[in-house]
């Protein structure tokens, strides 16, 4: 068994954290270490201030303890830094990090017996009564008898002084990460503007961000709930955000997954500009509503590949927020044969709420999941809507004078399921005034080819 003892530094620790790094964001640097040590070992356990982990059955899979203690003392994301300790015991770890951070000695250079009392939990509330009998470390705790000490400290003592030196399992309650982000913060002073509890949201998306990246996902909504002061609630205001009673919410929804936290907070600046307090705000929680698994982009060698800037849905969800949802509209592909179906405008509210930003077909092949038809085919830059219908001479269809059909037919049988079945056959024509045109044929209800319909469905440019 091997373990290794972390101990971040508390919250008021300033010179610990620089401030402005997103560190120093962090609303709970503990847990987010906790989040971190998951990564190297599942038997991760939180006592008092410390996090205690054992990674002997997990140290082979990162290139043995060296490389593992590289590795997990320099994450990959800003986080505060930590001091650590090693021992064969959670115990012996826990006890050589106190004395570390008391300036004792270094953590790997105290033997076990001369461990301080302070440094056992279990021993503590009894320090003074040891101290007068002469008993100051683990060794000489353990010199004296074990049935005298039950007696007089009780058996918790003795059973932490046989977990200690291995005579016990230890037993904790393991550290597992939450399926939904969830984390509350207590404002410093009460907030009267709903953009100056800005501040506050950052440090929770920061804390959200880190949640993100243990779990290997992206956010596509959130809620941010804030709590009114009572004293001063007005019970009948109602908004969209406020529904008369002490707490106030607002849902943030974004069209991709995303661990953009910058981004986020654009978009929750624009949306807490819009909103009226009723009353002082106390609390902030930040809760996770839905989110996917991220998948990371194949980066570019290069340098014209390189994006700068916010990407295109981006954009549109800053719109959206700034102008309302109703004001941004977006194009959506859609996976059916007919063409006045393979395209619809979505909102912009509509798109997030889906989280669908790629097109998702039952046609294999082609990019984003839509299939794309063969090289013979030519659709129109115009569509008509609805087709109109066209006068047939002796069989032939005209349109600003008889039309020259040129290329086709292209067969197009769907929209069963729907209920609005469609059979036609396409063609590219001539006409002799409007040029190229997009024309079909109606084949149902039919008999005979001369009983067809024609419909002029599209335009060339």
């Known amino acids: 068994m091997h373990w290794i003892a972390l101990r971040p530094p508390p919250t008021d620790d300033a010179p610990a954290v620089s401030a402005g790094t997103e560190a120093s964001l962090l609303t709970d640097a503990g847990t987010a270490w906790a989040w971190w040590a998951l990564r ?44 650590y300790a090693q021992g064969a015991t959670s115990l012996i770890a826990f006890a050589r990090l106190h004395c570390r951070q008391a300036g004792a000695a270094t953590g790997g250079e105290v033997a076990v017996n001369t461990l ?8 503590r509330t009894h320090l003074p009564t ?14 004296l008898p074990r049935a005298g000490l ?17 005579q016990r399992p230890e037993l904790y309650p393991w550290l597992t990460l939450p399926e939904v982000f969830d984390a509350p913060l207590e404002l410093l002073a009460s907030v009267e503007s709903a953009p100056t509890m800005l501040f506050g949201a950052r440090r929770l998306l920061a ?22 002061d009572a004293r001063r609630s007005n019970a009948r205001h109602v908004d969209a955000h406020h529904d008369g009673g002490r707490h106030g919410r607002l849902i943030l929804r974004t069209a991709q997954p995303t661990q953009d936290m910058a981004h986020l907070a654009r978009l929750l600046a624009e949306q807490l500009a819009r909103v009226n307090l009723p009353a002082p705000v106390l609390h902030l929680r930040l ?41 941004v509209r977006r194009l959506t592909l859609l996976a059916d ?20 930003v790629k097109v998702h077909s039952t046609r294999a092949g082609g990019q984003n999941g839509v299939k794309s038809f063969g090289q013979d085919v030519l659709y129109p830059t115009w569509l008509l809507e609805p087709p109109q219908r066209l006068v047939v001479q002796r069989g032939q269809p005209q349109y600003q004078g008889p039309l020259t059909l040129l290329a086709g037919p292209q067969r197009l049988e769907s929209g069963w399921l729907e209920g609005e079945a469609a059979l036609r056959d396409y063609y590219v024509a001539r006409s002799p005034r409007a ?14 080819p001369s009983e067809t319909d024609w419909y002029l469905h599209g335009l060339f440019s």
């Open 116 to 123: 301080p009392l302070a440094a056992l939990p279990p021993a």
């Open 337 to 356: 044969h007919r063409p006045e179906h393979m395209q619809c405008w979505q909102g912009t509210e509509d798109a997030m709420k889906s989280g669908a």
């Open 287 to 327: 809760r996770s509503l839905r989110t996917e698994p991220l998948v990371g982009e194949t980066a570019s060698l290069l340098v014209e590949d390189v994006r700068h800037g916010d990407s295109l849905h981006q954009l549109q969800e800053r719109l959206a927020a700034r102008l309302g949802a109703a004001q």
């Open 150 to 166: 039950v007696r007089r400290f009780g058996a918790q003592l003795v059973d932490a002084l046989d977990c200690a030196y291995g």
């Open 435 to 448: 040029g190229l045109v997009w024309v079909f044929c109606n084949r149902l209800g039919h008999a005979t």
């Open 40 to 83: 190297f070992t599942p038997l991760v356990a939180r006592l008092e201030d410390a996090l205690l982990l054992e990674v002997s059955a997990s140290q082979r899979l990162f290139g043995g303890l060296d490389a593992l203690l590289d590795q997990l003392l320099k994450p990959k994301w800003s986080l505060a830094p930590v001091e």
């Open 130 to 143: 040891l101290a007068r009998l002469g008993v100051r470390t683990w060794g000489q705790l353990r010199a």
């Open 207 to 228: 804390q959200l961000q880190v949640w993100l990246r243990a779990r290997q996902r992206g956010v596509l909504a959130l809620e941010l709930l804030w709590e009114l």
